[in-house]
């Protein structure tokens, strides 16, 4: 008997995984968004989630209303990114940047930033608070960059929920935040919206790290705790996009569970910050 629920349970697995691939080639043919490198283990977890919220029995059957309803699609990107972030987070990585990255980046006499899976946008309003304060705000341009339009959206508006504030503070004081975060938003209908004044040097944009190229040369590129959800090729791209964007001495930051070890790049950066996981791009 156990080793017919075995077989069965193998049979299952393999046919998922076959359907898996069917759904991730249909989206990239009929969407043009490429899902197709992602790491499997994880896709496989939010895919399950979405049949249950689709009310589908079999990834075919969820594959054939992504194609089919264009709406379907739009909500599928929840599943297929993860959109989970909070401002400051990892607050010591903040406090590199502040006291280790800035000081460069002063030299500059102007500034380009690339935030890259920015999500709901709560890193690239961090950031920009950061820069506020250390007076480069001004001289910089903040191009942050996702795959979903809605989470694009929602980064837009810097619009957040008044009960996440209280992490976000504590956050951002652990971070080396000069003043109280309360000076740059505004309460109002249970939510926090930050300062307009902030709005004025970002600048949103579609872009995929698994189909699109460089778009500009930046001094600085944060894309945090998205690597761990591309398989080796698909992580060897993007490092490779951040590269070839960074000027000579650059810098990198990356996620806490993210590195440079064993890549194909790796000889291309120096670590600047370890223990932060920020590097610095080495003379070409």
């Not at 989206?27 to 899902?35: I, N, S």
């Not at 040097?201 to 591309?230: G, K, P, W």
Request: contains cysteine; glycine residues 6%; proline residues 2%.
């Amino acid at each position: 008997m156990d080793a017919q629920i075995g077989t069965t349970l193998e049979e299952f697995d393999s046919r998922f995984d076959i359907e898996l691939k069917l759904l991730l080639e249909g989206v990239y043919l009929t969407y043009q968004h490429d899902f197709r490198q992602y790491a499997v283990a994880s896709l496989r977890r939010r895919i399950m989630q979405a049949m249950v919220q689709f009310d589908c029995k079999t990834v075919s059957q969820l594959q054939s209303r992504v194609l089919h309803e264009p709406e379907v699609f739009a909500k599928m990107l929840q599943y297929f990114t993860v959109q989970v972030s909070e401002m400051f987070r990892d607050p010591m990585y903040f406090k590199a940047i502040r006291e280790q990255v800035v000081p460069v980046l002063k030299t500059y006499p102007s500034v380009k930033i690339w935030i890259a899976g920015c999500s709901t946008g709560e890193e690239v309003w961090s950031l920009a608070i950061l820069l506020a304060e250390e007076g480069l705000l001004d001289n910089t341009l903040i191009y942050a960059t996702d795959i979903n339009a809605d989470s694009l959206k929602t980064a837009e508006t810097g619009i957040y929920s008044v009960d996440r504030i209280a992490d976000f503070s504590t956050n951002y004081l652990q971070s080396g935040g000069r003043h109280s975060l309360s000076d740059y938003y505004t309460t109002g209908y249970g939510g926090a919206i930050f300062n307009r004044d902030l709005r004025k040097r970002m600048v949103f944009a579609d872009h995929s790290l698994a189909t699109d190229s460089v778009f500009s040369e930046v001094q600085f590129v944060s894309c945090r705790n998205v690597l761990i959800y591309f398989n080796p090729e698909l992580q060897e791209r993007a490092i490779g996009l951040f590269a070839d964007s960074l000027v000579n001495r650059g810098f990198l930051g990356l996620g806490s569970k993210e590195s440079l070890r064993f890549t194909r790049h790796a000889d291309t950066f120096t670590e600047f910050a370890r223990i932060e996981k920020i590097y610095q791009r080495v003379l070409r």
